[in-house]
DNA sequence: ACCTGAACACCGTTCAAGT
DNA sequence: ACCTGAACACCGTTCAAGT
C-alpha cells in the first residue's frame, strides 16, 4: 500500500489564494506602498505575469485581500443581545480589522461596490431592521451608518500612510497628534476659534471611543425616527 | 508722462495660483488620473520641472487645489436661521462642490489633516457649539459628522473615477447603479436578504437626498444628547 | 531667482515565447 | 493550462545646466 495522499498538489503551484495570501503579508508587514506586482512575485518566486493568470489586476487583488478580511468580521459579529449591541460589536469588529491592517481602511473607502461592503452592509442591514426602522428610512440609515464607517476607515488608513511601517505606531501616533494640535493653537484664535480648543483635546483622545461615540450617535438618531 | 504701470506683470508668469487653477482646470474637464506633472507642464508651455520651483510635490498641489475649493463653501454657508440650518447648508455645499468637482472627494477623504478639512471642522464645530452640545461631547459629535461627510465624498468620488469624464454622467449613474442592482438581486437570499431588498431602491435614490437624510440623522442624535 | 528638459527610479500591464 | 520575463507606456521627482 503506498501512502499516496490522493490530493496531492504541489506546495509551489500558484493560486488566487496563494497570491492573495502573500499580498495580505506584505500589506502587513510593508504597507500598501510596498505591494508591488514585482514584490509579489519576488516573494513568490515567479515571473511578474503569471500573477495574471490568477488575477485580473490590482484592484482585484486588493478586494480580495480586503474581503478576506472583513469576511472574518461579519461572521464572528452575530453575537449581542441587543440589535444595537450587534451593530456596535460590528462596527468595533471593523475598526479592529483596520487597525491590525490599515490597508483594509484605504481600500475600503476607496472602492464601495466590492464585495466587502456588501457583506458590511448586509451585517449593519440586518440588524437596522431589526431595530425596527420603517422601511422606507432603513436604505437612508443604513447609508448613514456605512458611510459614517467608510469615513472613518478612510481616515485611518491615512493616518497609517503617514509612518514608515518599520516604527512604533502608538509613539508615532502621539508624537503626530502634537505636532497636529501644536500647528492648530497657532492658527488665528477669531478665524478658527473651535479648532484651537480642539487641539487641547486632540493628543489625548481615543479613536477606538471616538467610534463607538459615533455610532452611538447614529444609533441614537436612528431611535428618534422610530 | 509715461504710462507704465507700477504693477506690471508677465502674463506669462508662472505662480503657484496660476498652475493650481490650471490643475483644477484638468482635474474637472479629464479627470484626476489625467493631471500629472507633465500634462501640467505642456498646458503651461513650461518644463515639468518649472512647477517643482513653485509647489512642494503633487500633495502639496492637490491640497490647495481642494482648499481653494472648500473655501468656498465654508464662506458661503454662513447663512440660515438655526445652527442646525447652517450645518446643513455648509454640508450640501461640500455634497454640491464635490458633484461639481468629484476629485475633491477623493482628495478630501485621503488626507483629512490638509488645510480644507480644518476649515470644515471650524464651520461645523462653530454650529454644534450654538446647538448647546455639552463641551465634554463637542469633539465626538462633530468628528462623527466630518467622518460621515468624507466618508460620503469618498464615495462620490469613487463613482466618478469609474466612468471616463467625457460621458453624460447622470446617464451612466443610471446605468451603472441598474447593473449594481442587478448584481445584487442575484445574491444568495437566505445569505443577503436586506441587500437583495436593496436593490429594489438603490436604482432610484437621490445621492443629495440620501446625504441629508444622513446629516439629519446625526442631528437628531445630537439632539437626543443635549 | 526662476526655468528647462533629460535622466532616474520606479509603476501596472501585456505578450511572445516557453513548458 | 500555466508560467517566464522582457518590453511598453507610463508615472513623480531630481538636478545639472541654462537665463
Redesign the interface.
Known sequence: MKNKIPTERRTNALSKARIVEAAIEILDREGEDALTFRALAARLSTGSGAIYWHVADKNDLLATATDHVIARVTTNAVRGSTPQEVIRTMALGVFDAIHAHPWVG?QL?????QYAV?RL??GV??QV?ALGVPEH?Q??????L??????????YA??ARLFPPDMDRAAFRKTFLET?AAR?SR?DPT?????RQ?SK?LPE?DDRE?FL??I??????????R
Chains 1, 2 share one sequence.
Open positions: 484605504g473607502s476607496r472602492n464601495p461596490w456588501v452592509l448586509e442591514g440586518g431592521q428610512a436604505f437612508n440609515a443604513v447609508t448613514a456605512m458611510s459614517f464607517i467608510l469615513g472613518l476607515a478612510g481616515q491615512a493616518g497636529v492648530w492658527l478665524e478658527h476659534p473651535f479648532v480642539l483635546v483622545h471616538q461615540a459615533g452611538d450617535l447614529i444609533l441614537a438618531g436612528m431611535e428618534s425616527i
